[in-house]
């Protein structure tokens, strides 16, 4: 197997060839923060969380989507790449209507972590309250826009692992928001098989089962890696 | 031989702005904490402490609890920021605006307060509904609902809806000293 060596933070690691550099981050343990990631799905770098700075190169480069190479001096956590972090995390906050203490994902949301893992005390933003909606057209689940941060895993999944394509990403800029069929009420599209796979997959409380109510919603993001692992080669990790 | 006279206590007050006054719950939550607070600290002003209703002088440190919803409240919190050295966001809805904020959302973002008096006092009303007024009583609403620090410049973060009695102990401690807490962590930081 062709393998790569490279300097994560002062260690030198060694991935297979043709790794992402978050592989490599995490071989070196060095624990790259990452919201729209997810193992098993293809990577997108939407939310900007994983930006790493590499020597070499004046932009930034997002870790999840950038190629592991030979002799790639990388460090993913300078006084420089915090700040961003926090900020990163702010405008998150700021640019939605995110209400923890009402929130179906209340506890179990991965942006409500990711803010504490930040250092996030206050958002220095101020909060925008943009105008959205909610999707209560499914017989089964709901899909809350004031809760979406469009990290696309619920496109991803459903395209990548279901096969269903139910889920795009509709208009552009800040009027952004994910679409279900072509722009339907989600109840109507015929594609969708309600396997649930985007409610697990959803990083936040904008997808949740209908069933689950105030900090009910306990999503299981560990699905596409193990249906990808199953398919891919045969081998069911959680067995 | 005389003895050494006590050395001077803290001044310490705690706000009630629009909130659920869940914060001061968690407050009174520290149980026995609280002795030991009260050899340490002078409470000045406090829903939950005194009965004393204008702000005082020169206040030490303020646990503000609450957004920033109607006019008495920002008449308040300009008050508070002028008479106290540390001024604290005291939980989610000081911090964040939170569940009051909400009504940000209202009447297309431009007056949450408009529609929320019309919701409440006409549209649910019978016949006779009437909107609130009473200038110099009935505090207005403001159009928004602003978390204190857009209001005012904050010293400290204490989230959490309500923060608990353990994060609000492990953040005074230290002020009690002298020393800043350190916010770091899910134990003092999480919101919700």
């Keep these: 197997m062709a ?8 260690q030198d690691v060694a991935v297979p060839a043709g790794a992402s550099l978050l592989e490599a981050t995490r071989a070196a343990a060095a624990d790259v923060p990452t919201l729209c990631h997810l193992d098993g799905l293809n990577p997108v770098s939407s ?3 994983c930006l790493v700075e590499v020597e070499g190169s ?3 480069l997002p870790a999840c989507s950038t190629a592991a190479a030979e002799g790639m001096v990388v460090h993913t956590h300078t006084p420089r790449l915090r700040e961003y972090r926090r900020m990163t995390v702010e405008l998150f906050f ?5 209400v923890c203490a009402v929130c179906v994902a209340n506890t179990h949301c991965e942006l409500q972590d990711m803010a504490v893992t930040v250092g996030m005390d206050h958002s220095r933003f101020p909060y925008q ?5 909610v999707d209560a057209s499914h017989p089964q689940f709901t899909l809350d826009h004031n809760r979406c941060i469009l990290c696309t895993r619920c496109v991803r999944v459903c395209d990548e692992i279901e096969g269903a394509h139910v889920w795009d990403i509709g208009s552009r800029g800040g009027h952004c928001h994910i679409v279900a069929g072509l722009d339907e009420p989600w109840g109507q599209v015929q594609a969708c098989t309600s396997c649930g796979k985007c409610v697990e997959v959803c990083p936040t409380g904008a997808l949740f089962r209908n069933t689950d109510t105030t900090a009910e919603k306990q999503p299981d993001a560990s699905l596409p890696a193990l249906l990808r692992s199953a398919r891919d080669q045969h081998r069911w990790h959680n067995q | 031989m005389t003895p050494t006279p006590p050395a001077a206590k803290l001044r310490l007050a705690t706000v009630w702005l629009a909130g659920c006054s869940g914060c001061h719950m968690s407050f009174l939550d520290l149980d026995e904490f609280l002795f030991d607070l009260a050899e340490k600290v002078d409470v000045v002003f406090s829903p939950v402490g005194t009965d004393v209703k204008i702000y005082p002088e020169n206040v030490d440190i303020a646990l503000v609890e609450g957004a920033v919803a109607n006019v008495d409240n920002l008449e308040l919190a300009l ?5 106290t050295a540390l001024v604290i966001s005291f939980g989610d809805c000081a911090v964040t605006a939170n569940v009051p904020g909400l009504r940000n959302l209202l009447d297309g973002g431009h007056d949450g307060a408009k529609a929320v008096l019309e919701r409440g006092y006409l549209e649910l009303a019978d016949a006779t509904g009437q909107l609130p007024f009473a200038p110099g009583i009935v505090p207005e609403l403001l159009p928004k609902v602003l978390p204190l620090h857009e209001v005012i410049p904050v010293d400290l973060y204490l989230p959490g809806c309500p923060p608990s009695a353990e994060r609000i102990r492990e953040a005074i401690t230290p002020l009690m000293a002298g020393e800043r807490p350190v916010m770091e962590g899910p134990a ?4 919700g």
């Design chain 1, 47 to 49: 939310c900007r969380l």
């Design chain 1, 58 to 60: 004046t932009k930034l």
């Design chain 2, 188 to 191: 003092m930081l999480r919101f």
């Design chain 2, 79 to 83: 008050q508070v920021r002028e008479r």
């Design chain 1, 129 to 133: 309250y943009p105008q959205r909606s």
């Design chain 1, 94 to 98: 700021a640019e939605g209507n995110h």
């Design chain 1, 3 to 10: 393998v790569v060596t490279l300097n994560v933070n002062g």
